[in-house]
Each structure stands twice: as C-alpha cells, then as structure tokens.
C-alpha cells in the first residue's frame, strides 16, 4: 500500500476518517479536504464533534446543517491556493432525521402528522443507532447530490464510528420490532395487554400531565407505517455506499497505546464487514533519528550543567521517539498497512488555519519531501 495520500485515495468519492477520540480526526478531515480542494476537487468535509474545532481551523465564525463553502482568499493568505471547492458543515442528526421523513412521506398530510407528532420529537433524537443512520443518510444525499466530487466524513470515537457500519439494519429493526408491531396491531394476550394495562397506565398520565400518549402513539405509528419501506430501501442504499470501491476508511490514530490498540480494532471490524479499508494516520508521531547524540555533556554555546539538561531532555525526547516507531511496527503489522501515512508531532494545539496547513503538508507530501520533513522534526 502507498504512503502516498493522494495515490490511496484515487477515484474515491467518498472518505471516511474513522478512530480514537483526541488523536485528531477533525483537522485530519479537514487537512485531507483542503488538500484535495487544492488539486482541484470540489469536496465537502462533514463533522459531527459538536466541538467547534473544524469552524475555527477553517475559519469560520458558525457551521450550519448545510455546507458552508470556505473562502478561497483566506486560504491563499496560508499559501494554499485552492483550484477546487472547499465546503464544510456540522451535521444537525435531528434536522437531517426530519429531511429524511419529508422525503420519504407519501404526502405532505403524512409528513406533518410525523413531525408534529410529540412521539416523534422525542424519539427522533433517542432512537439508538439514529444519529449514525442520519450521518450516513446526510452522506448519501450528498454524494447523490452531484454538487461534490469528494465527501470526507470526520466520525465520532471508533466504538462509536462502528455503529455506521450496522446503523441501518439497527435502525430499521428497531422501526419493524415486535414491540413497535404489537403497538401498531396487538392481538391476543398482546391485545389484552395494550388493551387494558397499557390503557389504564396512559389514562392516568392522562389525567396527570393532560396529554393522551395513547392517542399519540396510535397516530405515530400509524403514519410511521407509510414510510417504512422507504427506510427499508434508503437503509439498502446506505450499505451498498459504505461498501462501495468509491468509498475507503482512513484509520486515523496516535502512537499511545490506547489509540493503538483502538485502530487495530476498528481494522478488525472493517474485515468483518468487508468495508473498504484505505490506510492508516498516524499523527503527534516523535519520528526518531538514525544518529544517537554525542551524550559527552559538551553542547556548542552552553554551560557543562544547562548542557546536560539538554541532553538528558534529548534522551527522554529519544525514548518517546523509540516507543512511538515501535508502536507504528505494530499497528503495521496488525492492520496490514506497510507504508502508514506519518504526521509528526507538532508545536501547539492545532486550532487555525496555520496549524491545518502544517498537518496537509506532512499528509500530502512525497518521496523526499516526505522523508526531509519526518528528518527535520526527528529527535
């Protein structure tokens, strides 16, 4: 597999930045969309970390549920020269839920009955596997939009990312459940049950709180019913485009155990489902140089003391570098990925432009340029 970014990500349409928490997936999407709008794509990256890191490296006072297209001019000020379309949004799950019910309603009657429905509102935002079901939703109408050539999607932690994967058929088991089929047409046992027990319990929050939940139910699930096939059919097109040759998941970690060890999963996970796996991120890496230090406590320009503590920090910063290389050993190993995409660890929090310049640069760079830029930031 390449190490080169651009040559992995080829023909694809749609990318998915998936892995641990706090090992920068947010500006990594962000870093890969700005460079693909700089080759001349017009690409959307979509986050859902409710965080406002992707607004603030791009430059942007608010991301909406809408894609937001970023300005070219403050790009070129960071020496980026943007040939392509950069856009970027926030994904609302409850909007883009209710965009899905609008669409997928046989009439406008029904579709108002749904969202105006107290059920729905409060299920709309709790229903499990919902918000990863309306990502994917929000990705597909996007890549069926025609309006990009690329969609990077930044993903909430991997164990969370996992459930795009089965979203759709969670979802859709939930709507076509028994319990949800005993509601929208009790018989027997089931019918006395609803009937009388059920009755009785909502008559008396009834009385209590002067709503009538059963009447609300009965008028929810009796509409939801008309747009069932519809999920059904929508929840075959989402697998189909996560499992598609355009589509490819990008691992994104950090060389600290946890994140490793996460990515391994994931990667495990990716095989089991037969999902296109694109390579491997590895950034905040110490890359370790090939000379040791001269360690005989004479260093130009200091004193012998101030001399060894430079030394001593050297070593530690050398150690660090040791454990991260053979982390990298690993994760190659493990997720079958001989030429990780390596971005070192730099200075400062990356929270601007600036900093998602650096990141696109050590992302995208190649041959020497690749190697010069891991030598100059070796220990």
């Keep these: 597999m390449s190490g080169d970014l651009l040559d992995r990500l080829a023909e694809k349409r749609v990318v998915i930045c998936a892995g641990s928490g706090g ?15 700089a080759r001349g794509a017009r690409v959307c990256v979509v986050t859902i970390d409710p965080a406002r890191r992707l607004a603030d490296a791009l430059g942007i006072e608010q991301l909406g549920s809408v894609p937001h297209r970023v300005d070219a001019g403050r790009l ?23 965009e899905l019910i609008e669409g997928l309603a046989p009439d406008a009657a029904t579709r108002d009955e749904i969202l105006d429905n107290r ?24 890549e069926r939009s025609g309006r990009f050539d690329v969609i990077v999607l930044d993903t909430p932690p ?6 795009f994967l089965d979203a759709p058929d969670r979802l859709t088991g939930f709507l076509e459940g028994r319990a ?23 008559s008396v929050l009834g009385r209590l709180t002067g709503v009538d939940l059963m009447s609300d139910l009965k008028v929810f699930f009796a509409a939801l019913s008309t747009v069932l096939d519809g999920f059904r059919e929508r929840a075959t097109a989402v697998k189909a485009l996560l499992a598609d040759d355009a589509t490819t998941f990008l691992i994104v970690t950090s060389p600290e155990r946890e994140p490793v060890a996460e990515a391994i999963f994931f990667r495990d996970k990716l095989r089991e489902a037969r999902m296109p796996f694109g390579g491997l991120v590895v950034n905040r890496v110490h890359p370790l140089a090939d000379e040791e230090p001269d ?15 430079a030394l001593r920090t ?62 100059e930031a070796a220990f």
């Design 23 to 37: 090992v920068g997936k947010t500006t990594t999407s962000a870093a890969i969309a700005m460079g693909l709008a």
């Design 76 to 98: 070129a000020g960071h020496g980026i020269t943007t040939n392509g379309q950069l856009w970027a949004m926030m994904l609302d799950p409850k909007r883009t839920f209710d």
């Design 119 to 142: 059920i729905y509102r409060e299920l709309s935002g709790a229903v499990a596997g919902s918000q990863e079901f309306t990502a994917v939703a929000k990705l597909y109408d996007l």
């Design 158 to 163: 991997s164990r969370n990312a996992l459930d």
């Design 180 to 202: 949800l089929r005993v509601l929208l047409a009790p018989s027997g046992l089931a019918a006395r049950v609803v009937g009388r027990g059920t009755a009785v319990i909502f």
């Design 295 to 309: 360690a005989d406590g004479e260093v130009d320009g200091l004193d012998a003391p101030l001399a060894r503590k």
């Design 314 to 375: 050297l070593a530690e910063l050398r150690a660090l570098a040791a454990r991260d290389a053979a982390a990298i050993d690993r994760l190659r190993r493990a997720v079958g990925d001989d030429d990780p995409v390596i971005v070192p660890h730099l200075a400062g929090d990356v929270h601007d432009v600036d900093g998602l310049v650096a990141i696109h640069r050590h992302l995208f760079a190649v041959g020497d340029e690749r190697a010069r830029l891991l030598s």
